[in-house]
């Protein structure tokens, strides 16, 4: 599975940072929330299968829009279908094992930004081709797929293991699944909602899916350029991603035990030329700055 890189190993020995991932915090609320939408089919029998609540006020529709429910072009990513435990079940796993991936890199305030952008921009895609009809999208799939194609960019070559319809094990570097994407979701958005052909298994908004590919990929390239903007002249710029603590820990090490070395092979030769000169006058001719420096020579020299 894709949970069996290296960088998908958690810190055990860090469970507080774990309680305050951004990403634990998704699931909570969205899980949640679906918990909720369900809660109310109960108390409120007379609404069972309509979630009619939740549709009116928060769902993302071209109706909301005419009549200024403008918080649902967001709200929208944190209802999913009640009729399909399959939906939310594919996005929060989705969130879950890509999520923990990118927040130790980009930190939790900007992965939320992402998840943001990522529904913002698949309800702005939505919306133009769904003007002059009553059709409802709800689902965090655009946010999902805005954190899947900014791990697709930061790891093109990385290969993973995919598990297709959860059973079907597949070994695919994420450039392809990009493309795939990509591709699938500009065929949806074209034969299926621009020409209006309906699909025989279920509905999706590829469109969508397609502006949450576009968040991930705008993302990842404001990344870039403000990394170059921020790096000092005549240094190499690499795409932005600083690495991780135990990588820079271990490069500090790595120049501290230069250090040492460099220091004292510069000790063993100003030792030699000292001798050289207690030999020819004596030791009464060095200087003060020449005696510390023998006593520092004893203690260094000898660990």
Known sequence: ???????????????????????????????????????????????RGSNYFFIQWFALSYP?????????????????????LLHIISNMLGLFFIGRIIEPILGARQLLLLYIFGA?????????????????????????MALLSFFCLLYPAERVTLLLFF??????????????????????????????YESSFFSIAHSAHLGGVL??????????RTSRQSAQPNTKI??????????????????????????????????DRILDKINKSGFGSLSSKEKATLEEA??????
Not at 215 to 224: D, E, H, S, V
């Open 64 to 84: 909301q829009i005419e009549g200024l429910k403008l918080w649902t072009v967001f709200s929208y990513a944190f209802l999913h279908s009640t009729t399909s």
């Open 167 to 196: 059973i079907i094990p597949i070994n695919i570097q994420p450039k392809w699944i990009l493309r795939i994407l990509l591709a699938y979701s500009l065929f949806g958005v074209v034969y299926y909602e621009a020409l209006g």
């Open 298 to 303: 004893k203690e260094t020299l000898k660990k």
């Open 120 to 144: 913002l921009l698949g309800g702005f895609l939505f919306l133009p081709l769904h003007f002059d009809q009553n059709t409802v999208v709800v689902g965090a799939s655009s946010s999902v």
């Open 215 to 224: 968040a991930g990929f705008l993302y990842y390239r404001w990344m870039q």
């Open 238 to 271: 690499s795409t932005s991603i600083e690495p991780p603590a135990w990588f820079q820990a271990k490069k500090s090490a790595a120049v501290s035990q230069n250090y040492v070395v460099n220091r004292r092979a510069s000790l063993a030769n100003e030792v």
């Open 1 to 47: 599975m894709i949970y069996d890189r290296s960088y998908m190993r958690q810190d055990r020995g860090a469970p507080q940072a774990q309680a305050r991932s951004m990403v634990t915090k998704l699931l909570i609320v969205t899980i949640g929330i679906y918990c909720l939408q369900h809660s109310i089919h109960v108390l409120f029998p007379s609404l």
